[in-house]
């Protein structure tokens, strides 16, 4: 009877509050060849409106061709795309410097530098936590950054290579290139410790994620959208959005990123991600 009871309390708990996290250090599952190789890929990403190949990645005719349609079919809303195999290095990219309205995109990069920053902080917290990742409620994003401040962010976009003025606002313009790097980041961290994976663990069930919903059935995946069509919680100007960005652990383990000014509707990018789901399977 008291086991059950204590099932029951621990149950309650986490309903209510969220996992519990454990900082405990474990030996890392990654391989220093597989990062440099996805670092090297990252850093070749030209800025320019054309499907370019990374890290020597072969694409087929009949791939680009459908690509570049799928891109098309969203006209006359823009795109940025990054493509990433994160154990060769092969991929693509798409427009990955043009920056666009993260939206609620930011919250992935932003809990996980929290979590490596100050790891005390998601157990204090961890109702904002698991609030932020799973629902991307915007009221307890914000209790974080208010509460924790934003020098963990700014530490994270040092460490990415990407400029630390990201950090500025909770909401701000980023390009997939960016965002790319700053996931690649997250997939470190992810799988460094057992820490790491717990608070990855918060990532794979989304409350909203076609990257969750086109892939999740058949990979585990880490992701964290953003979309709006209105005005923005944060600054109240008109913002229009439907982004995704994360890790699919596939065959290979691959980083995508899909930004876009399509106002909230994550059925327009079907076609993108299925496309770039059947390139990352050949590379």
């Known amino acids: 009877m008291k086991k059950l009871t204590l099932l029951l309390a621990c149950l309650i708990a986490l309903t209510l509050h969220g996992p519990a996290f454990t900082a405990v250090q474990a030996a890392s599952s990654l391989k220093q060849e597989s990062i440099d190789k996805a ?34 079919s969203i006209s006359p809303c823009g795109a940025g795309i990054v493509l990433i195999d994160l154990k060769n290095g092969k991929g693509l990219s798409y427009n990955a410097g043009q920056a666009f309205y993260s939206a609620s995109t930011m919250k992935g990069p932003y809990v996980a530098s929290l979590a490596a920053a100050q790891p005390s902080a998601i157990n204090a917290s961890n109702g904002n936590v698991t609030a932020t990742i799973r629902w991307s409620s915007n009221e307890d994003y914000m209790s974080l950054v208010n509460r924790y401040g934003k020098d963990c962010m700014r530490a994270w976009c040092k460490k990415a290579g990407v400029r630390t003025g ?108 299925t496309v770039l789901g059947k390139i990352a399977a050949d590379l």
């Open 39 to 72: 670092s090297a890929a990252l850093e070749q990403m030209p800025d320019n409106k054309k499907i370019t190949a990374l890290g020597g990645a072969a694409i087929s005719g009949e791939n680009l061709k459908a690509l570049k349609s799928a891109i098309k």
């Open 166 to 273: 990201l950090a500025t606002h909770p909401y701000t313009n980023v390009s997939a290139g960016e965002l790319a790097k700053l996931w690649l980041q997250n997939y470190i961290f992810f799988n460094s410790s057992s820490f790491g994976k717990s608070v990855g663990s918060l990532y794979t069930s989304p409350n909203i994620s076609i990257l969750h919903s086109t892939f999740g059935k058949k990979y585990r995946t880490q992701t964290k959208a953003g979309w709006i069509a209105g005005n923005s919680f944060y600054s109240g100007l008109y913002r229009r959005a439907s982004n995704d960005a994360g890790i699919i652990y596939g065959k290979h383990p691959y980083l995508i990123v899909v930004l876009s000014n399509v106002p909230y509707n994550f059925s327009r990018l079907n076609r993108i991600v």
